[in-house]
Nanobody
Framework: QVQLEESGGGLVQTGESLRLSCEAT????????MGWHRQTPGNPRELIAV???????NYALSVKGRFTISRDNGKRMVVLQMNSLKPEDTGVYSC????????????????WGQGIQVTVSP
């Protein structure tokens, strides 16, 4: 079974940086787009960063210029580098894998990690 395992969250102060990592494990046949969702208090879950297999990236306006997404296909990892953090970035960040094909699901399905807390103090 495919799992997306996140690490790297925590508590930081305004202006500081955090690096979130996500590793895809399991009997994976193919990875496609990978990304990060974020749910902040009082708001719906938002896709904030996505990266294709070829390395093309796209960001939500709220994080563009501050966050950078990257991936290592060999290690099946995706990383979100978050700089210049603001209190409004506080929330639960979830790794996302679109249409991951595995031995169990060879036609692919979407997966999400459990989520990791990021808290930015004023």
């Amino acid at each position: 079974q495919v799992q997306l395992e996140e690490s790297g969250g925590g508590l930081v102060q305004t202006g500081e940086s955090l690096r979130l990592s996500c590793e895809a494990t399991g009997r994976i046949l193919r990875l496609n787009d990978m990304g990060w969702h974020r749910q902040t208090p009082g708001n719906p879950r938002e896709l904030i960063a996505v990266i294709t297999n070829g390395g093309i990236t796209n960001y939500a306006l709220s994080v563009k210029g501050r966050f950078t997404i990257s991936r290592d296909n060999g290690k099946r990892m995706v990383v979100l580098q978050m700089n210049s953090l603001k209190p409004e970035d506080t929330g639960v960040y979830s790794c996302y894998g679109k249409d991951i094909a595995s031995e169990d699901k060879p036609y692919g399905r979407d997966y999400w990690g459990q989520g990791i807390q990021v808290t930015v103090s004023p």
